[in-house]
Antibody, heavy 119, light 111 residues
Framework: QVQLVQSGAEVKKPGASVKVSCKAS????????IHWVRQAPGQGLEWMGW?????????KYAQKFQGRVTVTRERSISTAYMELTGLRSDDTAVYYC???????????WGQGTLVTVSS | QSALTQPPSASGSSGQSVTISCTGT?????????VSWFQQHPGKAPKLMIY???KRPSGVPDRFSGSKSGNTASLTVSGLQAEDEADYYC???????????FGGGTKVTVL
């Protein structure tokens, strides 16, 4: 069955960077885009960006995160990564990866990775 | 402030129906037939309930239905059950910048 398994929780200091991984299994990794969505405590879902997991590896980011977020993938191990730099306290959130079957048809999600930013 | 507007809460008695609205603009909801709805229970990842406005993924009960009129999409849950109590989020494709937008979420309570 399709599974997305994310890396574990992280605690970071302000100004640091974090890199979250998302390992896919149960399907051909390069067939579908991977999106990253975050959710601050008690808040709603916020789209961050996507990556085309095929050979092109094209990306698109929300303007809010431009210059701070980088999404990459390693096709040989069916894994996508989201790196966020210049962390601030308001980046404290659960970060999710999601598989996009077709135009925001996010049919499978990772379990979420809690990133806590605190001095 | 979310790009799509949802009511913060909605409720209905067990067995009754509840409808959640999701209002956007002609640049997102009104411009494309790519609206999805997600259900999220506390501490869990979101789950896809509706895609392309009104289509249900395999395994989602037919009590869940979606529709759209102009710039507003709607999710209706019929025959409410206790397990339907959750947060519901709408999402729409929005073209280029940003390409994906979410609503602020609606907490559904089963009375």
């Amino acid at each position: 069955q399709v599974q997305l398994v994310q890396s574990g929780a992280e605690v970071k200091k302000p100004g640091a960077s974090v890199k979250v991984s998302c390992k896919a299994s149960g399907y051909t990794f390069s067939d579908y885009y991977i999106h990253w969505v975050r959710q601050a405590p008690g808040q709603g879902l916020e789209w961050m960006g996507w990556i085309n997991t095929n050979s092109g590896g094209g990306t698109k980011y929300a303007q809010k995160f431009q210059g701070r977020v980088t999404v990459t993938r390693e096709r040989s191990i069916s894994t996508a990564y989201m790196e966020l730099t210049g962390l601030r306290s308001d980046d404290t959130a659960v970060y999710y990866c999601a598989r996009d079957v077709n135009m925001i048809q996010f049919d499978s999600w990772g379990q979420g990775t809690l990133v806590t930013v605190s001095s | 402030q979310s790009a799509l507007t949802q009511p913060p809460s909605a409720s209905g008695s067990s067995g009754q129906s509840v409808t959640i609205s999701c209002t956007g603009t002609s640049s997102d909801v009104g411009g494309y037939n790519y609206v999805s709805w997600f259900q999220q229970h506390p501490g869990k990842a979101p789950k896809l309930m509706i895609y392309e406005v009104s289509k249900r993924p395999s395994g989602v009960p037919d009590r869940f239905s979606g529709s759209k009129s102009g710039n507003t999409a709607s999710l209706t849950v019929s025959g409410l059950q206790a397990e339907d109590e959750a947060d519901y989020y709408c999402s729409s494709y929005a073209g280029n910048n940003p390409p994906v937008v979410f609503g602020g979420g609606t907490k559904v309570t089963v009375l």
